[in-house]
């Protein structure tokens, strides 16, 4: 550990995996262990991912004693044709039950996540899925483009044919419905992914796409501490230390305020650079490329901050190459 890490935790994730895999007296452990090691006592969040087979009185009972305030629930689809294609235990019945009890007992900020783009999902079956999310009385959705995952069921279906991907315009329609219908229900996409209710924006999720540090812990878990950087092995049984890489100081200050530009809040160009003595004068370049990107209407200036428009985040990572290279 470096001493950049020290100082005021504001959030708490746990989720990234399977975490009610640890159990009702796993997890408040695991909580402890936390406790004794960093500062909580001022945590503003406290975000714990279940599987909805995990959702039972007992599990949320220990969330709320060891200080969880936010729960996600993995969904993925609310067909169960389309959840046993992709090698999903669950059933849509259980994903219902499991949002009604989170909800039932105490939380009341409860997110789930879906993914746009699956195969054989018809436009009708993905704006159900979508009606049926909003019928939740949910606070949180993420709503994610597919990524198939080496390894996986869905992954040996797509290479053995038994399944054909959606192709670029199938994934982006799916998308664009899902900000229609949710932003048309007072969702707000703050995020290219993530969408929410006012006052419900996930304080982890800002965290880091604003270029806070973060500290990962577990397998394959990522880590930013100063100008430092790190991802842990991916498995237990691998060596430690982990190597580590500094970054110079522009490098650094770059991925820092780059990022912000996926957020709806946008960000403000000279300003941003004023953050950062390496960045000096750079502020006014950007604003210069992005006055050239609003013209192919990827970008869209409010006030001092620019932010992506729909077509912007169809590309974002183009934008961000043109805008910081």
Request: proline share 5%; hydrophobic share 40%.
């Amino acid at each position: 550990m470096f001493p950049e890490t020290a100082g005021h935790i504001r959030t708490v994730y746990i989720g990234g995996g399977s975490p009610d895999t640890l159990g009702a007296e796993g997890l408040p452990r695991l909580a402890a262990i936390l406790n004794a090691q960093f500062p909580l006592g001022e945590v503003e969040e406290w975000t714990v991912e279940l599987n909805p087979s995990g959702v039972t009185p007992e599990m949320l009972d220990a969330l709320l004693r060891m200080g969880a305030t936010r729960v996600s629930v993995g969904v993925q689809s609310f067909n169960n044709d389309t959840l046993r294609r992709i090698g999903r235990r669950h059933s849509v019945q259980d994903v219902v039950h499991a949002v009604r009890r989170v909800q039932g007992l105490g939380f009341n900020n409860v997110g789930i996540d879906l993914i746009a783009g699956l195969p054989d999902v018809s436009d009708a079956e993905w704006k159900r899925t979508l009606e049926q999310a909003l019928s939740l009385g949910l606070t949180h959705l993420s709503v994610y483009a597919l990524s198939v995952e080496d390894n996986t069921p869905l992954a040996r279906q797509v290479a053995d044919g038994q399944c054909a991907l959606p192709n670029d315009a199938a994934q982006l329609d799916a998308l664009a419905r899902a900000e229609e219908m949710l932003t048309g229900a007072g969702f707000g996409r703050y995020e290219i992914s993530n969408y929410a209710l006012p006052g419900f924006a996930c304080k982890h999720n800002l965290g880091i796409w604003r270029g806070n540090d973060f500290l990962g812990l577990g397998p394959s878990a990522a880590s930013r501490a100063g100008r430092w950087r790190w991802t842990n092995p991916r498995s237990l049984d691998e060596a430690l230390p982990v190597k580590r890489e500094r970054l110079s100081a522009r490098d650094d200050a770059l991925e820092r305020v780059m990022f912000r530009l996926r957020l709806d809040e946008g960000f403000d160009p000279v300003a941003a650079a004023a953050d950062y003595p390496v960045l000096n004068g750079v502020g006014d370049e950007w604003e210069k490329r992005l006055a050239g990107l609003s013209r192919q209407g990827v970008v869209e200036r409010g006030g001092l901050r620019w932010r992506l428009t729909p077509r912007g985040r169809e590309v974002c990572d183009a934008v961000i190459r043109a805008v910081f290279a």
